[in-house]
């Protein structure tokens, strides 16, 4: 979603300047880059010529050779606004556009990781970033090649499903939303599924993540998300057992639970869920 955005409405604009703010949170988010002007002075008159995503990464590449990539962590977000428009707290990183406007990189938990690479071929460096299995927006990958990776595990699903060394993106809320569509417990054993129940869990995944894009993502707690242009995003309005404890399962009326999980927790149907 970001990535689209971001295609939509920076990609042709040269930046005029970079400010990476006063104080030392903001240098905290550039970790790999010793000094402010060092930063500044790579993107400084820098065409953006194409924006990829690599799993949580934004790949900025630029005209002078250099790549721009943001990783926004947990609490993360970069917004598109008017030069006029007050700053937030905790924004640490401002692009001034030539022909006007700004990027934004606002992060108060801090989160988020911004770095600059230079003279890395463009291969090299997306071997490097590709750390997971699937990107299940970008990658085409089938049920039955799902259906094999899950085999060769032996591990609860809600694990394996937030296990971002296999599958990229999901978290606690949208591993809880998919194993409610698909009807399966979080601590059901990937390598015991049937071939209906792979195929539900595919399915459940696949049309999620859909709809969320669909719904130009979901805002829901602190740090809830935005996207590019700062509009919180719609899908919080569908959750169906994230943080609804106590309330009725939409499709068989018994009561939505939470249970331990780890150090967290996670909600379910216990009825439907098996």
């Not at 971001?6 to 030392?24: A, S, Y």
């Not at 994230?242 to 639970?257: D, K, P």
Request: some cysteine; proline content about 3%.
């Amino acid at each position: 979603m970001l990535r689209r955005d971001l295609e939509q409405e920076v990609v042709g604009k040269r930046i005029k300047d970079i400010v990476v703010r006063p104080g030392t949170n903001a240098m905290k988010i550039i970790p790999k880059h010793g000094r402010r002007r060092e930063f500044q002075d790579m993107l400084a008159g820098a065409k953006i010529e194409k924006v990829e995503r690599i799993g949580k990464r934004l790949l900025l590449d630029l005209d002078n050779a250099h790549v721009l990539i943001i990783n926004l962590g947990h609490s993360g977000r970069v917004v598109k606004t008017s030069a006029s428009q007050t700053i937030l707290p905790h924004t640490h990183i401002v692009a001034n556009f030539t022909i006007g406007g700004q990027l934004r990189i606002i992060d108060p938990r801090l989160t988020s990781e911004v770095r600059i690479t230079s003279d890395v071929e463009p291969e090299t460096l997306r071997k490097e970033l590709r750390d997971f299995d699937i990107d299940p927006l970008e990658d085409h990958f089938t049920w039955n090649s799902f259906s094999a990776i899950l085999e060769s595990k032996d591990t609860g699903l809600k694990d394996i499903l937030e296990d971002e060394s296999f599958i990229v993106g999901l978290g606690h809320l949208y591993s809880d939303e998919i194993l409610w569509q698909a009807g399966l417990r979080f601590d059901r054993s990937s390598r015991h599924l049937s071939s209906q129940d792979v195929r539900r869990l595919y399915r459940a995944l696949m049309e999620l993540l859909q709809d969320v894009v669909k719904a130009r993502g979901t805002s829901w707690g602190d740090d809830a998300f935005v996207d590019l242009l700062g509009n919180p995003g719609q899908f919080q309005l569908e959750l169906k057992v994230w943080e609804q404890e106590g309330e009725a399962c939409r499709r068989c009326r018994s009561t939505i639970v939470r249970e331990p999980w780890g150090d967290a927790f996670t909600y379910l149907c216990a009825q439907c869920q098996s």
